[in-house]
């Protein structure tokens, strides 16, 4: 099946950096979804955009929805070691039920 | 709010048996239920959307007949691995829409196939 080109697929920061992720696809997504996985969990709702050129903020978390509906990124700030995980992009099409399309995965590790 | 309970968290079972995985909307009810299968290091891979009192929707690719699907209520939907073989072995997540804003997931099944 399809999925989104994320990038970088790993990532080892400083606590207390700034981190970027970006999530890439050939078609247009209505929704962008961002998920953070643990190990041997399943994913868990970080961020929900909506409208291209939308900018949303969770906490410590920002993620934009890009203005041609085909890319998204997430931003996380002043990082800590609990942000260790796998980071997920998913878009998804118009409608209710519609399924999601995931990203290739975002690896962060976070050393003190 | 918006729990999806998913059990067992860990099988392992024989070559050649099957294995079902419940998938349970607590506190919504869920008239359609997605199911992945992720291997280790990689992404969440669509098997099949599972509809409540009809047939499941599976991807290109899925076995219809090796993972089957039942969602018999708008609180379970079911998956059981049939003739399970070594290379069936993977992480198996559940999940549903519970409004707008996404989707909730369970919280996975490891299945291991010795």
């Known amino acids: 099946g399809q999925q989104l080109n994320q990038s970088p697929q790993s990532m080892f920061i400083q606590e207390g950096e700034d981190v970027s992720m970006n999530c890439t696809s050939s078609?247009?997504?209505?929704?962008w979804l961002w998920y953070k996985q643990d190990p041997g969990e399943g994913p868990v709702l970080l961020i929900a955009?909506?409208?291209?050129?939308e900018l949303t903020s969770n906490g410590r978390l920002t993620a934009q929805f890009g203005i041609t509906r085909k890319d998204s990124f997430l931003n996380i700030s002043a990082s800590i070691p609990s942000d260790v995980g796998i980071y997920f992009c998913a878009g998804r099409l118009t409608g209710t039920a519609s399924k999601l399309t995931f990203g290739t995965g975002t690896r962060l590790q976070v050393t003190l | 709010g918006a729990v999806v309970s998913q059990h067992p968290s860990r099988v392992i079972c024989k070559s050649g048996t099957s294995v079902k995985i419940e998938c349970r909307s607590l506190?919504?009810?869920?008239?359609?239920m997605f199911w992945y299968r992720q291997f280790p290091k990689q992404s969440l891979m669509l098997m099949a959307t599972s509809n409540e009192g009809s047939k499941a929707t599976y991807e290109q690719g899925v076995e219809k007949d090796k993972f089957l699907i039942n969602h018999a209520s708008l609180t379970l939907s079911t998956l059981t691995v049939t003739s399970a073989h070594p290379e069936d072995s993977s992480f198996y997540i559940c999940?549903?829409?519970?409004?707008?804003?996404?989707?909730?997931f369970g919280s996975g099944t490891r299945l291991t196939v010795v």
């Open positions: 506190d919504f009810q869920a008239t359609t």
């Open positions: 955009l909506y409208k291209a050129g």
């Open positions: 078609s247009i997504f209505n929704t």
């Open positions: 999940s549903a829409e519970w409004d707008i804003r996404g989707y909730t």
